[in-house]
């Protein structure tokens, strides 16, 4: 049960989940690692202050994670980048390059010290960072606030029932939660369509996508044309089968979108909204009844055309149909209801806040979303390239029928199969 889960860092597990090359991997970075040198770092950024490291570790894909203890109970959590593995990352042929991992730390980095600024966001604060692979410690790492709290998944692990994703007495509260973020997201307006850089200064701006570095893109028809063959690229020399046919038909079927025009009234704003494409459950910091303590992933945020904030998280037992295909199994079935009323929800709690000033965010314009916004023909096609990043060939095969069908369907008779199942 929930009340007996071992809560923050007590319940970190070491790396036990893990056997093989992983394991072996996790090792030997920890043998790297200076503990020395870090615990000075950190002392020093406190004049001083004492301090010791926790003895266990959280570790994902690419970060090590622990606790700096100081002797005044100021507690801080460190993250130590691990180096890739090789095949490792979105079905990439050969991990990242040591410049595009630095990129993506130092976008993931300014990202959070832009969205903390700029909306209510529960964020850890970053104290400090040192992106120098040769540096004492011994590898890129960032010292960042430390969030008592555990993730929804594991949460959600320990409550009985079947469920997919978050438990039903808690699934409309966690989603709102879930809402909220994925708005104030979209109200954050930028010129451009990137990944968050700093300029050199103490400004933010949209600069290539860290993704594919590619961009920044001027207008939503620039991204269209040209993202989805860098996308491609990205996922290694070798494509699987119909990816390239599903970026192909993508590409042919976007030419058609019609240019945006924001209407006083209609929630939309100039500009581009952020999005972040990893708010699933493994990267919410929440108590045992599901409160969001903190956001902790923020290495896939971009600003995106409008219809590409309408986002699906995945792992919260909620779904779209892939167009014009007809899935009558019960679980589907029920994920695709799930979904719809996740999108009411969105709009719901939209509609709630457009009254509102959010604090530290008022100079923002409100972008509100809406259920139907979900289901418009250029969200759903938007769609396929997420999908087309799991690298499967059954998934870009059905995903390239559901392009197809798209091109030969109109908005009314789209929104009529989404919202009429």
């Known amino acids: ?193 990137g990944s968050i850089i700093r300029d050199g200064s103490d400004s933010f701006v949209a600069g290539q996508l860290v993704e594919t570095g590619t961009g920044p893109y001027n207008s939503a028809a620039e991204f269209y044309a040209d993202y989805p063959l860098a996308l491609s690229k990205s996922l290694g020399e070798q494509p699987v089968s119909g990816q390239d046919e599903l970026v192909h038909a993508f590409h042919s079927l976007a030419a058609s979108f019609p240019s945006p025009i924001a209407q006083v009234g209609d929630g939309s704003a100039e500009g581009f909204g952020l999005a972040n494409y990893d708010l699933n459950p493994n990267n919410f910091l929440v108590d045992r009844e599901f409160n969001v303590l903190a956001v902790i992933d923020w290495d896939s945020v971009v600003s995106v055309p409008d219809a590409a904030l309408y986002r699906f998280p995945f792992l919260m037992g909620v779904s779209c149909a892939v167009p014009g295909v007809v899935d009558a199994h019960p679980a589907v079935m029920k994920r695709e209801q799930l979904g719809r009323r996740f999108a009411e929800v969105v709009e719901e709690v939209g509609q709630e806040q457009a009254g509102k000033d959010w604090e530290g965010a008022n100079k923002w314009p409100k972008h509100l979303l809406t259920k139907s916004g979900f289901f418009s023909k250029e969200a759903v096609a938007f769609r396929s390239l997420i999908y087309v990043k799991m690298s499967q060939d059954w998934v870009n095969n059905t995903w390239l029928q559901g392009l197809k069908w798209l091109s030969e369907h109109n908005e009314l008779q789209v929104a009529q199969f989404y919202l009429q199942g």
Not at 154 to 162: D, F, H, I, K, T
Request: net charge negative; proline share 7%.
């Open 1 to 193: 049960m929930a009340e007996s889960l071992p809560f923050g860092s007590a319940a970190w597990t070491s790396g036990e989940e893990y056997g093989g090359e992983y394991a072996v991997r996790i090792n030997q970075f920890i043998d790297k690692i200076n503990e020395k040198a870090l615990l000075s770092y950190a002392s020093l950024l406190r004049g001083g202050q004492p301090c010791t490291l926790s003895p266990e570790f959280s570790v994902g894909s690419f970060n090590l994670v622990r606790k700096i203890q100081f002797d005044d109970g100021v507690e801080w959590a460190v993250r130590l980048r691990m180096p890739p593995m090789l095949g490792e990352g979105s079905g990439m042929a050969s991990p990242p390059s040591r410049e595009r991992m630095i990129l993506d730390i130092q976008s993931e980095l300014a990202t959070m010290e832009f969205v903390r600024q700029n909306t209510d966001i529960p964020i850890p604060r970053v104290y400090a960072y040192n992106l120098n692979a040769q540096n004492a410690v011994g590898c890129p790492f960032s010292i960042i606030e430390y969030v008592d709290g555990n993730t929804a998944e594991e949460v959600s692990r320990n409550y009985p029932g079947e469920h997919e994703g978050i438990p039903a007495q808690f699934e409309e509260k966690f989603w709102r939660h879930v809402a909220k973020i994925m708005i104030q997201l979209a109200s954050i307006r930028l010129p451009k369509i």
